[in-house]
C-alpha cells in the first residue's frame, strides 16, 4: 500500500472515477474533489475520502487545500462543456466554464505546489482535450482546454527545476457522460475515422494518468500528450 495521497478533482465519474479506481487498485489514499456523489459507487473505501467542493468558487481554493494538508499528486480532471454556440452563451455560462476548466485548476496548482516543493518532488496532471490543440465549435471549451495545455507548459517550466513534474492528456472522444452533448452525426464521424472504429474508454485515459503521475521518467515534463487513435490527426 502507498504511503502517498492523490486528489483527484471530478473523481466522482467518468474519466475521474477511473482514475480514481486506477489509484486505489495501486493502494493509494485518494481524496476525491466533486460536487455531487450521489452516483458515486465507491462509498465505504477506506482509502476513499470525499470532499463536496464546487470549483467555481476558485477564491476558496486556498481554504480548501489548508482543510486537506500536504499532497503527492494533483490531477485536475474536472471540466465541463455546455455544447453551446458562442451566440447563445450568456456571461453566466461563459464565467462558468472559465472558473471550472481554467482557473480552478491553476488555483489548486498554486495551492499545492509548495508542499510538493518543500517535500522535493511532486507530480501534476491536467486533463486537457483535443479541443484546445484543433479548435471545437463550443469555443470556449476549446479555449479554456488550450488554456490548461499553455500552463501546464508554463508551470513546467516554473515547478520543473524544483522536482515537480507536471503534464497533460488530450483525449479524442471518450465514452462518458459528456460524449452524449455531441451531435449524433459528428460522433458517428468520429467513431468512423478512428483506427480502431470506436470511442476511447475512461479506463484508456486513466491508466495514461496514473502512468504519468507515477511512473513515467521525470523528463517527460510540461508535455502533451494526444488520445485520439487517429480521430483528430495533426
Known amino acids: ?28 489514499k485518494v481524496y476525491v474533489v466533486a460536487r455531487d456523489f450521489s452516483k458515486f459507487n465507491l462509498d465505504g473505501k477506506e482509502q476513499v475520502e470525499k470532499i463536496e467542493f464546487d470549483l467555481v468558487n476558485v477564491a476558496e481554493i486556498p481554504h480548501l487545500a489548508k482543510k486537506i494538508g500536504e499532497i503527492n499528486i494533483l490531477i485536475n ?14 456571461e453566466e455560462k461563459k464565467d462558468e466554464i472559465l472558473k471550472v476548466n481554467l482557473e480552478a485548476p491553476v488555483a489548486l496548482i498554486l495551492a499545492f ?65 459528456m460524449l452524449q452533448i455531441i451531435p449524433k452525426e459528428r460522433k458517428e ?22 502512468w504519468l503521475a507515477t511512473d513515467c521518467p521525470d523528463y517527460i515534463n510540461g508535455t502533451c500528450i494526444d488520445i485520439n487513435n487517429g480521430v483528430f490527426p495533426r
Not at 12 to 17: A, F, Q
Not at 198 to 210: F, H, S
Open 113 to 177: 505546489s509548495p508542499g510538493m516543493v518543500r517535500q522535493g518532488k511532486g507530480r501534476i496532471v491536467n486533463n486537457a482535450s483535443i479541443a484546445g490543440e484543433i479548435g471545437h465549435p463550443d469555443i470556449w471549451y476549446g479555449i479554456t482546454k488550450a488554456g490548461v495545455i499553455n500552463f501546464t507548459k508554463s508551470f513546467a517550466k516554473i515547478l520543473g527545476p524544483k522536482g515537480i513534474v507536471i503534464n497533460a492528456v488530450a483525449p479524442g472522444p471518450v465514452e462518458t457522460e
Open 189 to 210: 464521424g468520429m467513431k468512423r475515422v478512428a483506427y480502431t472504429g470506436r470511442y476511447a474508454t475512461a479506463e484508456e485515459i486513466a491508466k495514461t494518468i496514473y
Open 1 to 28: 500500500m502507498s504511503n502517498e495521497k492523490v486528489l483527484i478533482t471530478g473523481g466522482n465519474k467518468g474519466i475521474g472515477l477511473a482514475t480514481t479506481k486506477e489509484f486505489l487498485s495501486h493502494g493509494y
Open 77 to 90: 480532471n474536472a471540466g465541463i462543456m455546455h455544447g453551446i454556440s458562442y451566440e447563445d452563451y450568456t
